[in-house]
């Protein structure tokens, strides 16, 4: 979604779209975009839409975003998720990740939860099986992994 150069630290980022009863919801539109590793976002840039399989996975590669100032405090590094499926309400959040000194009080966005632990994920190596998929997206190194689960309400 949003490369940079060879020697950028890339991930992984994978999940599942669920409905409230962990059932996968098949088909689901997945919208994503984030700043750049330099916190700068651009409206043509590090945004992409897909459509979850028949599953409800999705998955990309991107660079890890970069933290950008909003009035004297920095924003944590996050991305952005739009999830959209006929009968279900629209889910709309952001996408943490943990160890960032900017979550939670420290971030001078009091209403992008950014303390709530459902949206703060761990950022891993990968597994085989990742390694497997990400060789399907990408041909250079990716050593992070990030897995996040939308979930859907009627």
């Not at 420290?106 to 632990?117: E, I, L, Q």
């Not at 949206?119 to 891993?124: P, Q, T």
Request: glycine share 8%; proline share 5%.
């Amino acid at each position: 979604m949003c490369l940079g150069t060879s020697d950028d630290d890339y991930m992984f980022v994978k999940g599942t779209v669920y409905d409230v009863h962990c059932h996968p919801v098949l088909g689901a539109s997945v919208e994503v975009w984030q700043a750049d590793k330099t916190g700068l976002y651009y409206h043509d840039r590090c945004r992409v839409q897909f459509t979850a399989d028949r599953q409800g996975k999705f998955s990309f590669v991107t660079t890890l975003p970069g933290k950008y100032l909003l009035g004297y405090y920095y924003r944590p590094a996050h991305i952005h998720y739009r999830v959209t499926a006929p009968g279900y309400r629209e889910v709309v959040t952001q996408l943490y990740f943990t160890h960032d000194d900017s979550l939670g009080a420290n971030d001078p966005c009091d209403t992008c939860n950014s303390g709530s632990t459902d949206l703060i994920m761990d950022i891993r190596a990968p597994t085989a099986d990742d390694l497997v998929q990400i060789a399907q997206l990408v041909t250079f190194p990716v050593n992070k992994v990030v897995e996040f689960n939308p979930v859907m309400g009627h």
